[in-house]
């Protein structure tokens, strides 16, 4: 339960006040955000095995199928993929489990600027599935730094 709610407050933090960011492909749900690693906390950045920078972000997937309305079990699954800016510059993500062990949340950290862009594109594979699922999206970060 304690690891429920810290998942879903990275995720709201992200997000901010907005739409959910989610996809959704038939009962397979990927949550989804990325944000400044400054915004975590010391020891959950220990807990994830996170360095702590204002010129890095995170990226969080957290793959679940959803077994009736409402009602959601973990999944587990990988993924790939890539964060570009604007100018075209390329950072090839490498998702892990998140150091807790649990297959169903991947993490990834990039480099970030002050005020950048980033559009990100993933191909998540969940455990069981006979496609990729897309996740793509497009998030600006803020730094300490200007």
């Given at each position: 339960?304690?690891?429920?709610?810290?998942?879903?407050?990275?995720?709201?933090?992200?997000?901010?006040?907005?739409?959910?960011?989610?996809?959704?492909?038939?009962?397979?749900?990927?949550?989804?955000?990325a944000m400044s690693t400054q915004d975590l906390s010391p020891a959950m950045a220990r807990q994830y095995g996170i360095r702590q920078d204002s010129k890095r972000g995170m990226l969080l997937l957290n793959l679940q199928r959803e077994t009736a309305p409402g009602k959601t079990t973990p999944l587990h699954g990988t993924a790939t993929g890539t964060a570009r800016n604007l100018m075209g510059d390329l950072q090839t993500l490498t998702l892990r489990p998140a150091s807790d062990g649990s297959a169903q949340d991947l993490i990834a950290e990039f480099d970030v600027a002050h005020l950048e862009f980033l559009n990100f594109d993933i191909d998540v594979r969940p455990e069981g599935s006979t496609r990729p699922l897309k996740v793509k999206f497009q998030q600006q970060f803020f730094t300490d730094e200007n």
């Open positions: 339960m304690k690891r429920a709610l810290l998942l879903l407050g990275l995720l709201l933090l992200s997000a901010g006040a907005s739409a959910q960011q989610l996809v959704r492909d038939g009962s397979i749900v990927v949550h989804y955000a």
